[in-house]
């Protein structure tokens, strides 16, 4: 699987996902993803430095922005704890300090906490989380789901090389989710499934995003058993029949 569609796919679910708070969590490319040699310069290690806030999280500072150890995660803004086991890890794509991103981040000036899960019971496996929340929501969950199955707004978040296909949708009182294929005809007509589900909490939001490649789907969604938020599992919102009969 060839880095680019990885890079691709990362980057059009998180900025499909989370909207106008899409600047924090942009991922970037790396050198050695983009076959570089060079490291960050120290005139763009000093820029950063200048234009954080004092009040902000260090986002070098994991333990700050929410991390309690290699399995454990509380929200420092929101209080929502996420645990995991071993089987999944920190998704260190996201370790780019010199580009804006860390798989731990808070920022107080947008209301929002990022977390960035990756599956490592297959090493190399290109399955992936991202668990967000942020303090305020985008309407009602009827609204997210419209939005999110809009064919215009579908297609201003993905590269045009990537086929998009709603194949679920649902939502209810307090949540929605839905369920995407995504082909890249750009890289052999590459499958992934791309499940996006937003929960209403009081005063904030959880929207969550799981992606795998095709071979890996069924294993990965399976394993979204060892990740929990406040004790529930994390993704569990379509059964696993229903998803079978939808991608048959």
């Known amino acids: 699987m060839s880095a680019d569609i990885l890079r691709r796919l990362r980057l059009a679910c998180v900025l499909a996902i989370f909207g106008l708070v899409t600047a924090l969590m942009t991922p970037a490319v790396s050198a050695a993803q983009m076959g570089g ?15 954080r806030d004092d009040d902000e999280v260090d986002p070098t500072d994991w333990e700050a922005a929410g991390l309690i150890d290699d399995t454990e995660y509380e929200s420092p803004q929101f209080g929502y704890a996420v645990e995991w086991s071993t089987d999944w890890g920190l998704d260190l794509y996201y370790d780019d300090i010199d580009n804006g991103t860390q798989p731990v981040m808070s920022n107080s000036d947008d209301d929002v906490d990022t977390l960035y899960l990756a599956w490592e019971d297959e090493p190399g496996a290109p399955v992936w989380i991202v668990v967000t929340g942020q303090e305020t929501n985008r309407g009602t969950p009827d609204g997210e789901v419209d939005e999110w199955t809009d064919r215009d707004w579908i297609d201003d978040q993905w590269a045009s090389g990537i086929d998009v296909e709603v ?8 949540s929605a989710a839905v369920l995407y294929s995504l082909v890249d005809t750009d890289n052999d007509d590459a499958q992934f499934y791309t499940i996006y589900v937003a929960v209403y909490v009081d005063d904030y939001t959880l929207y969550l995003s799981f992606t795998a490649q095709e071979d890996f789907f069924e294993d990965g969604y399976a394993a979204l058993e060892d990740v929990e938020i406040d004790g529930e599992p994390l993704f569990q919102y379509f059964d696993w029949d229903e998803i079978e009969e939808a991608i048959a």
Do not use: I, V
């Open 37 to 51: 040699d060079k490291g960050p310069s120290e005139e763009a290690t000093e820029e950063a430095d200048q234009d």
């Open 167 to 174: 194949l679920l949708d649902d939502s209810g009182r307090d």
